[in-house]
């Protein structure tokens, strides 16, 4: 079964996605070496919830679709509301590489097959398309002001960043200060006006800003930024075949440590599928474990944002279609997730809340 790219041992993360697919995805980690986090410092948590858990984490939002309802759903194709897949003889299977939502709900797809974006609005609807100018579109961030950030590591070694009206604002050079080698890169990532390029699944590295232009000097931040601008955030795998798993926050302004959170899971860890927040603050956390010798699932959790004790969880469905992915679970600002599904019929994104 071919896996989406994901979590190599220790990464850093924070506001963004993971990658959830099956092959060159930042987001998923494969096992790696013993973690270097120090372990007396972890504070041990298991897969149970406790019951006393904030509301918010519990339950759906108002109107939110109950778990695993779908958002919107597209076929294969390249009509205006489907999404393009390739299977060639030779190489690897492709389909859309990733997808981000913005602050009203909205959902972009990066269809890269079809060499575009393609917005759906809060209901689903296909809201417009943006024709790329990049040549191997992989990995794709929003930001506050509508624009889009697209990685192409391999053909422009840039990352394109599009107005809310679809016009190229300009391309940020990948490769200088902080990024020695372009395929070291692991995501793209928008914080406030800052464009950042994630390195080995560890610091980010600031390339420009979106409003096109390249960052004069590059500096570098420890992990992916939380949403509610307090902390960066990271997390690895202690011990896969005991599911031993642990989340890091520093605190942003005073770069202090505030938490190292360990959770087991039900399983043996796979790969680590998503590390980010919502707008309050509360930490999303996924990994893919194995839940028997025949099958697997992803587990996610929601935890605090001051302590990082488990608040809620929910159990989604693995993705085992062969197309490549660098993106399978985004986070929304009101909270919740949304995962992209692949079958032989085309994609649905569907919906999912802790309880």
Same mark, same amino acid.
């Given at each position: 079964?071919?896996?989406?790219?994901?979590?190599?041992l220790?990464?850093?993360?924070?506001?963004g996605?993971f990658?959830?697919?099956?092959?060159p995805?930042?987001e998923?980690?494969?096992?790696?070496?013993?973690s270097?986090?120090p372990?007396?410092?972890?504070?041990?948590?298991?897969?149970a919830?406790?019951?006393?858990?904030?509301?918010r984490?519990?339950a759906?939002?108002?109107g939110? *679709?109950?778990n695993?309802?779908a958002?919107f759903?597209?076929?294969?194709?390249g009509a205006?509301?489907?999404?393009?897949?390739?299977?060639?003889n030779?190489? *690897?299977?492709?389909?859309?590489?990733?997808?981000?939502?913005?602050?009203?709900g909205r959902v972009?797809?990066?269809?890269g097959?079809?060499?575009?974006?393609?917005?759906r609005?809060a209901?689903?609807?296909?809201?417009?398309?943006?024709?790329?100018?990049?040549?191997?579109p992989?990995?794709?961030?929003?930001?506050?002001?509508?624009?889009?950030?697209?990685l192409?590591?391999?053909s422009?070694?840039?990352?394109?960043?599009?107005?809310?009206?679809g016009?190229?604002?300009?391309?940020?050079?990948?490769a %200088?200060e902080?990024?020695d080698?372009?395929?070291s890169?692991?995501?793209?990532?928008?914080?406030g006006?800052d464009v950042?390029?994630?390195?080995e699944?560890?610091?980010?590295v600031?390339?420009?800003?979106?409003?096109?232009?390249?960052?004069e000097?590059?500096?570098e931040?420890?992990?992916?930024?939380?949403r509610?601008?307090?902390?960066?955030?990271?997390?690895?795998?202690?011990?896969p075949?005991a599911?031993?798993?642990y989340?890091?926050?520093? *605190?942003?302004?005073?770069?202090e440590?505030?938490?190292?959170?360990?959770?087991?899971?039900?399983?043996?860890?796979?790969?680590l599928?998503l590390l980010?927040?919502?707008?309050?603050?509360?930490i999303?956390f996924?990994?893919?474990?194995?839940?028997s010798e025949?099958?697997e699932?992803i587990?996610?959790?929601?935890?605090?944002p001051?302590?990082g004790?488990?608040v %809620?969880?929910a159990t989604?469905?693995v *993705?085992?279609?062969?197309?490549e992915?660098?993106?399978?679970?985004?986070?929304?600002d009101? %909270?919740?997730?949304?995962?992209?599904l692949?079958?032989e019929?085309?994609?649905s994104?569907?919906?999912?809340d802790?309880e």
């Open positions: 079964m071919k896996k989406t790219a994901g979590f190599a220790v990464l850093v993360l924070g506001a996605l990658f959830a697919t099956r092959a995805s930042s998923k980690r494969r096992p790696g070496p013993r270097e986090e372990e007396a410092r972890l504070e041990t948590a298991s897969a919830v406790p019951s006393r858990t904030p509301a984490a519990r759906p939002r108002p939110a *679709n109950a695993g309802g958002v759903r597209a076929k294969w194709g205006r509301d489907e999404l393009g897949r390739e299977r060639p030779e190489g *690897n299977p492709m389909g859309p590489m990733s997808f981000a939502a913005d602050s009203q972009t797809v990066l269809d097959v079809n060499s575009r974006l393609v917005r609005a209901d689903g609807s296909v809201e417009g398309t943006t024709r790329l100018d990049v040549g191997h992989e990995d794709l961030a929003v930001g506050r002001d509508g624009s889009s950030a697209v192409d590591r391999f422009d070694k840039a990352v394109a960043v599009y107005d809310e009206s016009h190229l604002r300009g391309k940020l050079p990948i %200088g902080g990024i080698d372009i395929g890169v692991t995501g793209v990532f928008v914080d006006r950042y390029v994630e390195r699944h560890g610091p980010l600031k390339i420009g800003t979106t409003d096109g232009a390249p960052a000097p590059r500096s931040i420890p992990g992916r930024p939380s509610d601008g307090q902390s960066f955030l990271k997390a690895g795998i202690i011990e075949a599911g031993r798993t989340v890091t926050s520093t *605190n942003r302004e005073t770069k440590h505030r938490f190292t959170r360990e959770l087991r899971t039900e399983g043996p860890v796979r790969t599928q980010d927040t919502d707008l309050a603050g509360v999303y996924a990994a893919e474990v194995t839940a025949s099958s699932k587990e996610l959790y929601c935890l605090d001051a302590t004790a488990p %809620g969880r989604l469905p *993705n085992t279609m062969p197309e992915s660098f993106r399978d679970l985004v986070v929304l009101q %909270g919740g997730v949304i995962q992209a692949r079958t019929k085309g994609v994104y569907s919906r999912y802790c």
